[in-house]
């Protein structure tokens, strides 16, 4: 009945009508056998039912041991049928044991044998009724759904024998069913029908198999019980044909487990490792070939007939050249795994390298898995090649697939953020974006080929970063979207520039408006600071002296601005000599001592072997004390400032670190900005001016802060040619 297998490969609109002409086709050719075996039921009827029995009792036993052995990929339903024949296979074997005919019965109980015949076909309804409603589906442990069948058989049984006074009589005197009998028996197809009406949805489907099986089965379990209801004596037609009908639907309710659970996922895995482009060999235990996929056979050259079955010896004395070992029997006893074994094919005048690798199963046998070294060499130079492009690129690049992990980054996008190559690759983008605080200036989707987006992010060392992200959706040979570039330039410094030039035309302004007002403001003041001097001489202006001298020293503190903005605002090109920087602070440090001494704080003064570099002497000392100024002003009583020098290369580095409470990131960019202060005092212009010198000297003013303080880098490039002379001055 090998025509049988078309049941699985029916699918669509034509699978109902198809199941049916398969049912009806069944049905028919059994009714013609069941013919051909009345007169043999007649005379010998206590054989004949016994093997038809035991061919039933057979089946129900090899479909408990098929879902057992399969558990772990048997679906639910197959689970539920296994242990429900297996209660069936032991309530028709009580059937057949207590058959009338062999007078195992006890006295006055001749229908114990329909009883449990009946109790096995209720047993089937309820069975698949369960099945096919997933009662069972959370049953994980098989050990524990045994122990259930057991105890209801045993329940069951029992009830029905010790019992038997409470059951209604269901064989008349002549062997015929009494009105009980049909009653249940009806009751029984109704299960069946409501089965069918279950599974009626999904037998359209191509992956429904044991589905399709069940309903071709039903159908015939439902003419066997209209058969079982209606026969006259245990010798009739119908006792017969229903007998053959119940073999035959247990025949195709066992190849449905079969199919669905070892035949089907056999061809299903043997149908995409045939697909795969890499050579795959499974030996058994005994190092016998037992499998070799399409492209395994097309490597070597031969078919994957010509391999299954050949021993791992054999196979090395018919391909491998130089009498080399084959991979499994060359490694140790104790291995489990081999990587990347280079093994030379010799077939006819063919010849291929082949680079092999493969594991060993927990229960023995290897699998055993290839390609040509050729292609690999050339892939994994293909890798090598794209990687060096990347780490070339200046911009941060990072490649992500369909379900967006990442699975590739260049050197520049780690240096940039931080992170380690681990702490990316495998890592899902959004891991990536939640770490960085990325921020961007839309929403990005990329649908598009090409999409350009600002946005920024913070470094694990606290830098933060302004990016033009270009972001390019990568299409695979079918046109569907299989992932993602992603190529970031950090515009930090660029924007950064574009502030400075845009301060210094701003700058420049202030200074025209400076030049011309400045001196004009000054002159008059000046008069005025003279009168109250005056003033503040005579007698009879004694008493108001306190309210002239608080007068003049405003005065003094309005000039104080005007020459800061000034000199803020200053274009004129600053005069410059060689000289020290640690001669400088030399110079100063006793004044930022006795300044932190008035204040109750501390300072730390460490001088490093530097270059002399072209400095202003005046400028400097003022940039150095208006930052000293305010880490002493940021601290409270008792706290440390520290003041550094050092060289790295050809540059001079100053450092001023204080231990206040930091600067807020809000703050931080507006650090600079004219105008822009935190003090109630304060006129914004102090550390303007200290970037404006230090840009006049083309240095860098670098801020670090935290809530543990706030460190000032100052940054002076050493003139072409003195770092390399021994004028390292301490």
């Known amino acids: 009945m090998g025509w049988t297998t078309s049941i699985q490969k029916t699918s669509g609109e034509k699978a109902p009508a198809a199941l049916s002409f398969i049912a009806l086709i069944s049905v028919a050719l059994s009714y013609f056998g069941s013919f051909f075996l009345q007169t043999p039921w007649e005379n010998d009827p206590i054989f004949l039912h016994s093997a038809f029995e035991g061919a039933c009792i057979s089946v129900a036993v090899f479909t408990f041991l098929t879902m057992w052995q399969n558990y772990e990929r048997c679906s639910h339903i197959n689970r539920v049928i296994g242990f429900g024949f297996l209660l069936v296979g032991f309530f028709d074997f009580m059937h057949t044991y207590y058959y009338p005919a062999l007078n195992h019965h006890p006295m006055g109980f001749v229908d114990l044998s329909s009883r449990y015949w009946l109790l096995g076909r209720l047993t089937e309804g309820i069975t698949l009724t369960l099945g096919t409603f997933n009662f069972f589906g959370r049953l994980q442990k098989r050990w524990v759904g045994l122990i259930i069948t057991i105890t209801i058989g045993l329940t069951l049984s029992y009830a029905v024998y010790a019992y038997q006074g409470l059951f209604p009589l269901l064989l008349t005197e002549n062997g015929g069913v009494t009105a009980a009998k049909v009653i249940i028996e009806y009751v029984i197809t109704g299960l069946f029908l409501l089965n069918i009406i279950l599974l009626y949805p999904t037998i359209n489907r191509e992956d429904s198999i044991i589905e399709k099986y069940l309903v071709v089965a039903l159908m015939i379990a439902i003419l066997a019980e209209k058969a079982f209801a209606s026969y006259a004596s245990l010798s009739s037609f119908d006792y017969t044909f229903g007998h053959v009908l119940k073999v035959l639907y247990y025949f195709y309710l066992y190849k449905g487990l079969f199919a669905s659970t070892v035949s089907h996922p056999y061809r299903y895995y043997e149908t995409i490792l045939n697909e795969l482009p890499l050579g795959i060999v499974n030996f058994d235990k005994q190092e016998n070939i037992r499998f070799v996929n399409y492209e395994a056979a097309k490597l070597i050259g031969v078919t994957p007939s010509e391999l299954i079955g050949l021993n791992a010896s054999d196979f090395e004395k018919r391909f491998y050249r130089n009498r080399e070992k084959c991979t499994i029997r060359d490694v140790r006893p ?397």
């Open 334 to 730: 104790d291995t489990k795994r081999f990587y990347n074994f280079l093994r030379t094919i010799e077939y006819g005048t063919a010849k291929v390298e082949l680079e092999l690798s493969g594991f060993q199963f927990s229960r023995g046998g290897w699998l055993v898995y290839f390609n040509d070294a050729k292609i690999a060499q050339q892939f994994e130079n293909l890798q090598l090649q794209t990687k060096t492009i990347l780490n070339s690129m200046d911009s941060m690049v990072l490649v992500t697939d369909a379900r967006d992990r990442v699975t590739m980054c260049n050197n520049s996008f780690l240096y940039l953020t931080g992170l380690t190559e681990p702490e990316v690759v495998n890592e899902k983008i959004s891991k990536v974006k939640h770490i960085l605080e990325l921020k961007l200036s839309k929403p990005n989707k990329v649908k598009k080929i090409h999409e350009v987006i600002e946005g920024k992010f913070r470094s694990m060392n606290g830098v933060h970063r302004d990016i033009i992200l270009n972001l390019n959706s990568v299409k695979g040979a079918n046109g569907n979207i299989i992932g993602t570039v992603a190529v970031a330039t950090d515009v930090s410094s660029v924007r950064k520039e574009a502030d400075r030039l845009r301060q210094r035309e701003k700058l420049a302004v202030l200074g025209q408006m400076a030049a011309g007002i400045g001196h004009e403001i000054r002159n008059p003041m000046t008069t005025v600071r003279g009168f109250l001097q005056l003033l503040g001489e005579k007698k009879q202006f004694a008493s108001q002296k306190a309210v002239l001298d608080l007068m003049i020293s405003e005065l003094d503190r309005a000039n104080a601005i005007i020459t800061e903005f000034l000199m803020l605002a200053r274009t004129k090109q600053t005069n410059l000599k060689f000289q020290n920087l640690n001669d400088i602070l030399d110079h100063l440090y006793p004044l930022i001592e006795a300044n932190a001494f008035t204040q109750n704080k501390q300072t730390k003064y460490v001088p490093g072997a530097i270059s002399s570099l072209e400095l202003n002497k005046n400028e400097i000392s003022q940039l150095i004390m208006n930052l000293v100024r305010n880490g002493l002003e940021a601290m409270e009583a008792g706290g440390l400032l520290t003041i550094r020098t050092y060289q790295n290369e050809n540059r001079v580095l100053l450092t001023i670190e204080d231990e206040g409470s930091g600067i807020s990131t809000e703050h931080l960019e507006k650090v600079g900005t004219p105008f822009f202060t935190t003090k109630d005092n304060g006129t914004g212009l102090g550390l303007a001016t200290s970037f404006t010198i230090a840009e006049a000297h083309n240095a860098q003013i670098d801020i670090e802060s935290s809530s543990k303080g706030t460190k000032f880098n100052i940054s002076f490039p050493v003139p072409d040619g003195i770092h390399d002379q021994d004028t390292m001055i301490v």
